[in-house]
C-alpha cells in the first residue's frame, strides 16, 4: 500500500497549482485522507482533509476560501487544488491516510490518533 504526490513546483504569488495524491494497494475510498503542509524549520500541520463516510471536509484558516480537496473515488486520488498562493504556501506537502472518520479530528488532531499511511511528499516553492 502506498501514496504518491505529485504536481508540486515553482510558482509565482498568486499563481495556482493542483497537488494530486494517488493511492495503490489499498482502497482509498475506505480512508480520511489528508494534506499537510510543513514549511521550512516548522512542524508539519494539517492544512484540508476529507473524511471517508460523508465527505466531509476540513480546511485551516491558513488555506480557507483558496485551497480545495477533491475526492475522485474512480481514479483512486485526492486532489489539492491550490489558488491564491502566498509565499508563506512555501514547503513540503504530505499526503496521508488513515481511519479517522471525521476530517476535522484528523487535522487538527493526526499526531494524537496517528496515521496508516503517509506519501513522501512533493515540494510547493512560491516565490517571485
Known amino acids: 500500500a502506498r501514496l504518491v504526490e505529485s504536481g508540486g513546483g515553482l510558482v509565482q504569488p498568486g499563481g495556482s497549482l493542483r497537488l494530486s495524491c494517488a493511492a495503490s494497494?489499498?482502497?482509498?475510498?475506505?480512508?480520511?485522507i489528508g494534506w499537510f503542509h510543513q514549511a521550512p524549520g516548522k512542524e508539519r500541520e494539517g492544512v484540508s482533509c476529507i473524511s471517508s463516510a460523508d465527505e466531509n471536509t476540513y480546511y485551516s484558516d491558513s488555506v480557507k476560501g483558496r485551497f480545495t480537496i477533491i475526492r475522485d473515488k474512480d481514479k483512486s486520488t485526492v486532489y489539492l487544488q491550490m489558488n491564491s498562493l502566498k509565499s508563506e504556501d512555501t514547503g513540503v506537502y504530505y499526503c496521508?491516510?488513515?481511519?479517522?472518520?471525521?476530517?476535522?479530528?484528523?487535522?487538527?488532531?493526526?499526531?494524537?490518533?496517528?496515521?496508516?499511511?503517509w506519501g513522501e511528499g512533493t515540494l510547493v516553492t512560491v516565490s517571485s
Open positions: 496521508g491516510a488513515a481511519r479517522i472518520g471525521v476530517a476535522e479530528a484528523m487535522c487538527l488532531r493526526w499526531r494524537a490518533y496517528g496515521m496508516d499511511l
Open positions: 494497494g489499498f482502497t482509498l475510498a475506505n480512508y480520511t
